[in-house]
């Protein structure tokens, strides 16, 4: 009876192990189909940033002023910041007021690398000097990036051929935080993040340094956000 009881003890044991398993193998298999769903979200939200680059890119072309609209040919994505002089766009095919009142200095969010590829070779195209700084962007490179378009004259005031650093190409990730690029009057989202923080953080990057009131803050001017 003693051998019997025990048998019973180890059957019951090795069952009760086997349903621990296959309960273990259940779970991994919905993380790994939880993980699939979200990877196909990203997947679709990148086709969709891809799709859409010619309207944005013949948008900026108006607000910006861009010679040939920034629709020229391949150009150089380099990360330093590309071409000789932005030129002047009549704008009359866009019916924004940006189109109507080119941006001095713009910030240009984006999330993707190679959408980011995509807006710089327009941006070179189209004459306009820029920055960009992505999650590839070192430490000495982004302070470079700042001290350029903080220190250089935009050219808008001048028409659009100044010559100066116009354009910050940034991250919506990498350069959200942390960097002061208050010389912008104009930030434009090519991509939107989920994260409705990362659009604040992003706008928060023309913010004016020093608090209303100080001696270091600057008087208040329009920053216009696309």
Request: hydrophobic share 45%.
């Amino acid at each position: 009876a003693a051998a019997a009881a025990a048998r019973t003890a180890t059957t019951a044991a090795g069952a009760l192990a086997a349903l621990a398993a296959a309960a273990s193998d259940t779970d991994e298999e919905e993380e790994e189909v939880g993980g699939g769903s979200a990877a196909a979200a990203m997947s679709a939200a990148h086709r969709t940033a891809l799709a859409k680059m010619p309207a944005v890119v013949e948008w900026l072309g108006h607000a910006l002023g861009l010679r040939n609209g920034g629709s020229g040919g391949p150009a150089s994505a380099s990360a330093a910041g590309t071409g000789a002089g932005g030129g002047e766009g009549d704008g009359s095919d866009a019916p924004s007021s940006a189109a109507r009142h080119p941006a001095s200095k713009a910030l240009i969010f984006a999330h993707h690398r190679d959408v980011m590829d995509r807006l710089a070779s327009a941006l070179a195209a189209g004459g306009c000097r820029f920055v960009r700084v992505d999650g590839g962007t070192d430490h000495a490179d982004r302070r470079a990036a700042v001290h350029a378009f903080g220190q250089e004259a935009g050219g808008a005031e001048s028409g659009g051929g100044g010559g100066g650093v116009r354009v910050a190409l940034l991250s919506i990730t990498a350069a959200g935080t942390g960097l002061d690029f208050s010389a912008a009057d104009t930030v434009i989202f090519a991509e939107l993040p989920d994260e409705p923080a990362l659009v604040a953080q992003g706008e928060g990057r023309a913010h004016r340094r020093g608090a209303a009131g100080t001696a270091q803050a600057a008087p208040p001017r329009p920053v216009n956000v696309y």
